[in-house]
């Protein structure tokens, strides 16, 4: 039983071997290729999110260094200096300069921002000078934008303990 | 028993050289053929398997390896995928039968998953996604309520200089996922020949 089934295999092994050089091609190939991926830190991330530093720092409860970005401005920050709880109402509250995104790829990236809150609109992102928005800037790779903080509750009828905006997602789409 | 055997052996052995002989024919030849196989980059292969974006892939030894990692960083310093983000790459590489016949191509895995057993929250998950949907290609499927994720891919009848091109997509969760998990795996690519085309 075992030589039989030996030979029978023999027989197809060389058939099969004669018809594939007969065309002269490649009988098979077969290759391995390893895949890894690793999650970085938001600061080392393909799509760079990280806390500006600087005087605004204490509104960054993580800056991407160790993890991902996280910005807290309500009561459960309470690495804040003066000890401020959050924005005043009826009020436009600016703050400069509070975190990074930095094209970390290979193509340029239309950033846009999907933020979630209560009144999520009352709050804008803006690169540098407050003249342009962060939601719909373009950048190349390699290029980067500080971005500060708004929000205008003027005429909104907010008080105290009103939840403004509690996440935002940011989306990098190649143009 | 064992000395009748042996003769038994010259007689044959006698009777076919005699005939080789009769025949005129040479006794002997032995001739010296160049037969020259070298081995190529991935890219000049016969199965090729190139870059497309070549900052996601090392390919320093010559093969193709997709490395999404801080050991191949990116020009800009990007070191891997966000965590609680998706992360989609189009154009990564592609697969190009540059061989001389038509053939079917296969690869597997497409799809890779690990979860931090510690914590059992901490998960990734990164799919290859084939890139020519319009491809007569037929996807084995794992069954997994209420969604199927391809498990492999096989390409039928590439004919000769064809090209099969793949992205990525990447799922790291939750925010905590930094660090704690990571794909480091292998993805097999075969190409045979098309038994239709080539009886």
Do not use: W
Request: aromatic letters at 6%.
């Amino acid at each position: 039983m075992e030589r039989r089934k030996f030979v029978v295999g023999l027989g197809a092994l060389a058939s099969g071997s004669a018809a594939a050089m007969g065309t002269g091609a490649f009988s098979s190939v077969e290759a391995d290729r390893t895949i890894s991926v690793e999650v970085a830190d938001d600061s080392n991330a393909y799509l760079r999110l990280q806390g500006a530093g600087g005087v605004n720092s204490d509104y960054v409860t993580s800056d991407g260094t160790d993890g991902v970005l996280e910005i807290n401005l309500d009561s459960g920050n309470d690495s804040i200096a003066g000890d401020g709880d959050g924005v005043n109402p009826d009020a436009i509250t600016k703050i400069d300069d509070l975190f990074v995104v930095e094209n970390q790829g290979t193509q340029e990236v239309e950033i846009t921002l999907n933020k979630s809150g209560d009144n999520d609109g009352l709050a804008t992102f803006y690169i540098d000078d407050y003249s342009t928005t962060l939601d719909g800037t373009d950048l190349t790779a390699g290029a980067s934008e500080t971005i500060s903080l708004e929000i205008d509750t003027e005429g909104s009828g907010l008080t105290g303990g009103d939840e403004i905006l509690d996440s935002v997602t940011f989306n990098a789409d190649e143009v | 028993m064992d000395r009748r055997k042996f003769v038994a052996g010259l007689g044959a052995l006698a009777g076919g050289s005699a005939l080789a002989t009769g025949t005129g024919a040479f006794s002997s030849v032995e001739a010296g053929r160049n037969l020259s196989v070298s081995v190529a980059d991935d890219s000049n292969a016969y199965l090729g398997i190139e870059a497309l974006d070549d900052e996601y892939i090392d390919a320093t030894d010559g093969t193709l390896d997709i490395a999404l990692t801080e050991a191949n960083a990116t020009d800009e310093g990007g070191e891997g995928i966000n965590a609680n983000a998706v992360t989609g790459i189009s154009d990564l590489f592609k697969i190009t039968n540059q061989g001389s016949q038509n053939v079917d191509v296969f690869a597997q895995p497409l799809t890779f998953i690990q979860a931090d057993i510690d914590s059992g929250v901490e998960s990734i998950a990164v799919f290859l996604t084939p890139q020519d949907p319009d491809y007569n290609f037929l996807f084995d499927v794992i069954p997994i309520e209420p969604t199927t994720i391809p498990g492999s891919i096989a390409y039928k009848n590439v004919d000769p200089g064809n090209e099969l091109r793949f992205g990525l997509t990447a799922f790291a969760a939750p925010d905590t996922a930094t660090g704690t998990v990571e794909i480091n795996n292998s993805i097999s690519i075969t190409a045979e020949p098309n038994a239709e085309e080539n009886p």
